[in-house]
């Protein structure tokens, strides 16, 4: 079984590069740098859940930026949840095909 802590494989040095390069305590905090657990993909709501995921799809920094393989995953949990079939969530489904059609 996969932990639902984990981040989707991304490893530690990941984002210990990205603070390196982007830092922590800027004024600006990167959008991106959050990189949700599969719990959170699996139990936070829509609306909390949408601009972390779009985040990390479309503005993380270079150290962070997503696979297929991650994305797919992330699609998959999405696909499992019990309102899979709500606006809200489908909008972040699709939102995970648009990204793998890129």
């Given at each position: 079984m996969t932990d639902p802590d984990d981040r989707f494989g991304m490893p530690d040095s990941a984002f210990k590069a990205a603070r390196?390069?982007?830092?922590v305590n800027s004024p600006v905090f990167r959008a991106g740098m959050y990189v949700p657990t599969r719990q959170e993909v699996a139990t936070l709501s829509a609306a909390k859940l949408l601009p972390i995921v779009v985040d990390w799809m479309w503005e993380s920094p270079s150290e962070l930026?997503?696979?297929?393989?991650q994305i797919?995953?992330?699609r998959a949990i999405l696909l499992a949840r019990t309102d899979a079939g709500e606006p809200e969530v489908r909008e972040l489904i699709v939102a995970c095909e648009d990204y793998l059609k890129v």
């Open positions: 390196k390069s982007h830092g930026i997503p696979n297929n393989d797919s995953q992330l």
